[in-house]
């Protein structure tokens, strides 16, 4: 297995069989269609402004204010600076080696929505307590901030276009201290809380990875972090099919729904699923992230 510079966060689905892929892609494409034609309604009237060295998207002087807020807001709160320059430059760095060159040549920076400006402030809300000046006090011994930087790119130079499903949809990236959101493709999930998902998790990854260990010993479903224990000895299984991939997946995908649907992650997907299998309620994963999350504001 190659070395990698950078944790990656492909949300994606467990593959389905060859009929319901077919039929996939062609809702996907509909469903494509779709938002593109809700998109061209809305830049009618919208244009892409600079706010420093970023592009974004309004339609009104009330939109740009509200961009300019969060931008400012996000520095000054979180410590985090939306610099999609600093994510194409560790996204490049990353797929040295491992994707073809002119996929590497293709990748360029996106403008940003402004949905997704306020999906990304409120998924760097979830961690307030451990970003920017918050640090200093519910971590002043820790380690500097996992991540300063956030930025929009169109895909990932290692995604196949061949294969529908093969989208990455967030990377962060350990040594850069960035990560990335990339711009939707016919496959990617839907809904007001989409983008807000992939930061969730991505930004999970910065923050909780250390924690990997204990992780897997509480939830006792993990023997290594891509070795599963035996069925018979599994106590709890993973949110869904995607966190099933290993424990880190798991990990920042259960710290995921802990934030942005608890719910989902303390009942399961309500089809029924056996106990220590994926899908399956996670009243121990709920357990142990808010324990930390409860530590963060303890007294010191």
Not at 178 to 207: C, K, L, N, Q, Y
Request: aromatic content about 8%; hydrophobic content about 35%; charged content about 30%.
């Amino acid at each position: 297995m190659r070395a990698r510079s950078a944790v990656r966060g492909r949300l994606g689905t467990s593959p389905a069989p060859s009929g319901q892929r077919r039929l996939g892609g062609v809702l996907a494409l509909q469903r494509m269609a779709g938002n593109r034609a809700v998109r061209a309604l809305i830049a009618r009237d919208a244009k892409v402004i600079k706010i420093g060295n970023e592009s974004v998207r309004v339609a009104s002087d009330a939109e740009t204010a509200e961009a300019e807020r969060i931008i400012k807001d996000v520095k000054t709160k979180f410590g985090v600076s939306f610099d999609s320059l600093a994510a194409h430059k560790a996204t490049m760095a990353d797929s040295e080696g491992s994707a073809p060159e002119e996929r590497r040549k293709a990748l360029a920076v996106r403008a940003w929505e402004l949905d997704e400006l306020k999906a990304i402030e409120r998924a760097l809300t979830h961690f307030a307590p451990v970003l920017g000046e918050a640090r200093k006090k519910t971590m002043p011994k820790g380690p500097p901030q996992e991540f300063v930087n956030v930025g929009k790119l169109n895909s990932s130079p290692d995604d196949d276009p061949k294969i529908l499903g093969d989208r990455t949809r967030g990377q962060f990236f350990h040594d850069a201290q960035t990560f990335a959101v990339f711009e939707p493709g016919p496959d990617s999930p839907v809904g007001d809380d989409a983008v807000e998902r992939v930061a969730t998790h991505e930004i999970a990854h910065g923050i909780f990875d250390p924690l990997i260990d204990s992780f897997m010993q509480a939830t006792g479903y993990w023997e290594k972090e891509k070795v599963k224990r035996k069925e018979g000895q599994r106590v709890e299984g993973p949110p869904d099919g995607y966190a099933d991939r290993n424990a880190r997946e798991d990990l920042a995908q259960s710290v995921m729904y802990f934030f942005v649907d608890p719910e989902r992650l303390k009942k399961g997907d309500g089809r029924g699923r056996a106990k220590g299998t994926w899908g399956n309620p996670c009243p121990k994963r709920y357990a142990f992230i808010q324990k930390v999350v409860a530590g963060w504001t303890k007294k010191r």
